[in-house]
């Protein structure tokens, strides 16, 4: 994952693929990797409804950052 190369990142995904991105993680050996999870779908939505679903991830996303952050302090 690109955390492991120093980069801040934060992986945002709707809940239909919620079960799919932690079976992900663990096969990479990454059991627990934090990730901002939004409402289903993204692709057929009016503006506004997409900019509910952003106003939702974000504070997952800063979270997850800092967290990557704190982890990045430590090493």
Do not use: M
């Given at each position: 994952m690109i955390e492991k190369r120093g980069k801040a990142a934060a992986v945002i995904c709707t809940e239909q693929f919620a079960s799919s991105a932690r079976m992900t993680a663990q096969t990479f050996g990454m059991d627990g990797y934090p990730f901002a999870e939004i409402l289903h779908p993204i692709g057929r939505v009016s503006e506004p409804e997409l900019d509910e679903r952003a106003r939702v991830a974000l504070p997952?996303?800063?979270?997850?950052?800092?967290?990557?952050?704190?982890?990045?302090?430590?090493?």
């Open positions: 997952q996303v800063l979270a997850i950052l800092e967290l990557n952050k704190s982890n990045r302090e430590e090493l």
